[in-house]
Each structure stands twice: as structure tokens, then as C-alpha cells.
């Protein structure tokens, strides 16, 4: 069956780095395009980023552009997400996910993961 | 970029009754909707795509409806398992983004 495993979330300074990692299991993991979604406490969810299965096609939300990369290992079947600058409004639970595509058009979340803590406070 | 707006924001309903649930977009999206159970400390599950498919393995108490910018989730006689946050996600305006409501949380009466 299809596993989202996330790890690498923690607590960490403003300004400081964090990498959370992905592993995932039970399909075919480079024929698909996996996101990251986060919580935010008491917050509906937001999209943050998704990679298309060859990296080709890479979207981040704008609260995030230019401080998270993207990324994904297809021979270790997991994806990452590099998160540089954090900062308070950054705390959230992140969801690993596995899109649901046709061809290149992708359109809502057939799996999740458990979802792994990021807290960025001083 | 498209807003979801879901209502009400909490929903208070009896084991055994029907609970509706509304999502409005702001602009048409034809039936690119989904909608998301989320309970706490485990993984959101896709409950329906394309406003009204059930998932794999959903149950039939479980039914969507809409088209443009209604759309309406309906929980036929709700049971113990079914409280729980429900989200639902527009995929219209893929690339790039796509965009989920605020949630709706449905708790015990």
C-alpha cells in the first residue's frame, strides 16, 4: 500500500535552516508529482510546493519562493523540501502528498503522509 | 489566485442526522473539486474528486454535489468515525496553483 513517511521537522531559530524528507514506498514513486501542504496551528491547509515526476515542472506558493527548494531523489524514492530563512509564520505541520495527474495536468491529493512539526520560535 | 470559502466554520450535528456542508469558490470552476476528511494527528484522506466521485473505499454515506462556484458536501447519517475537519481544494487553475478552503469542522451535538 502507498507510504508517505516525513521526516526532519524540529525546532529551529528564526532565520535558521531545516530539511524535511519524504520517503515514500508501495508505488511507482517517479511517475508521480509529490507536493508539500502545511498546517498552520488553528490555520487551514496551504499548498507549498509540488515537483513534477522529472523535475521539470517545480511550483512554490509566494510565501515561501525564493527561501524553499524543492527536490526529489527518484533512486531513493524521496522527495525534500530545504526550507533556508525560516521564520515564525513557517511553523506549521508539513504534509508530504502524492498528486493525482493525468498526463501534465495535475489536480488533487490521492495520498498523504503523516505530516512532520516545524516550529520556529527564539 | 482562486478562494475557497467554506461555511460554517463549525457544525454541530447528532450521531445519526445529515450534515451539509458548503464550499464557494470565487470564481467558476467548473468540477475541478474536491473535498478532504482531516482528523487530528493523522493524514487528511481524499474523500471526492470532480465534485462528486467517491474515492476508493468511501462510503456511500458520503455525497457531493455542485457545479460552477456552489458546491455542496453531504454526510447522509453521520457516525462516530465521521467528526472531523472537512476541506475542499479547487484544481481549476492548475498550473499553477490550487487553492483549499478554511475547512469545516464538524463536531458532536
Known amino acids: 500500500q502507498v507510504q508517505l513517511v516525513e521526516s526532519g ?14 520517503a515514500a514506498s508501495g508505488f511507482t514513486f517517479s511517475d508521480y508529482y509529490m507536493s ?5 496551528p ?8 509540488y515537483i513534477s515526476s522529472s523535475d521539470t515542472t517545480i511550483y512554490y506558493a509566494d510565501s515561501v519562493k525564493g527561501r524553499f527548494t524543492i527536490s526529489r531523489d527518484n533512486a531513493k524514492n524521496s522527495v525534500y523540501l530545504q526550507m533556508n530563512s525560516l521564520r515564525a509564520e513557517d511553523t506549521a505541520v508539513y504534509y508530504c502528498a502524492r498528486d493525482y495527474c493525468s498526463g501534465d495536468r495535475c489536480y488533487y491529493i490521492g495520498y498523504w503522509g ?3 512539526l516545524v516550529t520556529v520560535s527564539s | 489566485e482562486i478562494v475557497m470559502t467554506q461555511s460554517p466554520a463549525t457544525l454541530s450535528v447528532s450521531p445519526g442526522e445529515r450534515a451539509t456542508l458548503s464550499c464557494r469558490a470565487s470564481q467558476s470552476i467548473s468540477s475541478n473539486l474536491a473535498w478532504y476528511q482531516h482528523k487530528p494527528g493523522q493524514a487528511p484522506r481524499l474523500l471526492i474528486y470532480d465534485v ?3 474515492a476508493t473505499g ?9 457545479s460552477g462556484t456552489e458546491f455542496t458536501l453531504t454526510i447522509s447519517s453521520l457516525q462516530s468515525e465521521d467528526f472531523a475537519v472537512y476541506y475542499c481544494q479547487q484544481y481549476s487553475n492548475w498550473p499553477p496553483g490550487r487553492t483549499f478552503g478554511q475547512g469545516t469542522k464538524v463536531e458532536i451535538k
Open chain 1, 36 to 40: 508539500w501542504i502545511r498546517q498552520a
Open chain 2, 58 to 66: 468511501i462510503s456511500a454515506r458520503f455525497s457531493g454535489s455542485g
Open chain 1, 42 to 49: 488553528g490555520k487551514g491547509l496551504e499548498w507549498v510546493s
Open chain 1, 9 to 22: 521537522g524540529g525546532l529551529v531559530k528564526p532565520g535558521g535552516s531545516l530539511r524535511l524528507s519524504c
Open chain 2, 52 to 54: 462528486s466521485t467517491r
Open chain 1, 114 to 116: 503523516q505530516g512532520t
